[in-house]
T-cell receptor, first 112, second 109 residues
Framework: IAGITQAPTSQILAAGRRMTLRCTQDMRHNAMYWYRQDLGLGLRLIHYSNTAGTTGKGEVPDGYSVSRANTDDFPLTLASAVPSQTSVYFC???????????FGDGTRLSIL | GQNIDQPTEMTATEGAIVQINCTYQTSGFNGLFWYQQHAGEAPTFLSYNVLDGLEEKGRFSSFLSRSKGYSYLLLKELQMKDSASYLCAPMDSNYQLIWGAGTKLIIKP
């Protein structure tokens, strides 16, 4: 079934540890995005990529990095996790910049 | 600055009609999206408006007035499964979606 897959589904992590959230899509979408969603707030864009080989910073990029080596994969790395990064992380993709975004099921990350 | 304003919560009765309003201010505008998000799940795309007027898609319709910075989502023949949060998301001049906190819709029998 075509779609977007995130892993892990959930994770508890000690502060200071490094963590990579994985995101893979098989829809051949050009654009990919990482968001975090916190209770009572709207989705906030962390990083995005309009096409393989390029990335850009969103609204809340500090403490996070991404790479886009190919069309399908867009991993998000927390170099040294802090408790304020506790959140639900959603990866999304779209055919183009003004096309609907399709979301993965999310990763629930708790930093202790 | 960029801002989205939606009611935090609404309640409606099964079988009825409900209108969820959204006002927005963005730097530039490249259309407006509505998404549905059930509790604990990912957002799913409902509708997209880029021109003024009404777009109808089954039980759901979405309206846009660019001059007023206003949109609404209309849900007809409400079903219990429509209980969810509804997210209004205009797209700015950089093609980035600006997300509101959403409207939690509670459907009562």
């Amino acid at each position: 079934i075509a779609g977007i897959t995130q892993a892990p589904t959930s994770q508890i992590l000690a502060a200071g540890r490094r963590m990579t959230l994985r995101c893979t899509q098989d829809m051949r979408h050009n654009a990919m995005y990482w968001y975090r969603q916190d209770l009572g707030l709207g989705l906030r864009l962390i990083h995005y990529s309009n096409t393989a080989g390029t990335t850009g910073k969103g609204e809340v990029p500090d403490g996070y990095s991404v790479s886009r080596a190919n069309t399908d994969d867009f991993p998000l790395t927390l170099a040294s996790a802090v408790p304020s990064q506790t959140s639900v992380y959603f990866c999304a993709s779209s055919k183009g910049e003004n096309q609907p975004q399709h979301f993965g099921d999310g990763t629930r990350l708790s930093i202790l | 600055g960029q801002n989205i304003d939606q009611p935090t919560e609404m309640t409606a009765t099964e079988g009825a009609i409900v209108q969820i309003n959204c006002t927005y201010q963005t730097s530039g505008f490249n259309g407006l999206f509505w998404y549905q998000q059930h509790a604990g799940e990912a957002p799913t795309f409902l509708s997209y408006n880029v021109l003024d007027g009404l777009e109808e898609k089954g039980r759901f319709s979405s309206f846009l007035s660019r001059s007023k910075g206003y949109s609404y989502l209309l849900l007809k023949e409400l079903q219990m499964k429509d209980s969810a949060s509804y997210l209004c998301a205009p797209m700015d001049s950089n093609y980035q979606l600006i997300w509101g906190a959403g409207t939690k819709l509670i459907i009562k029998p």
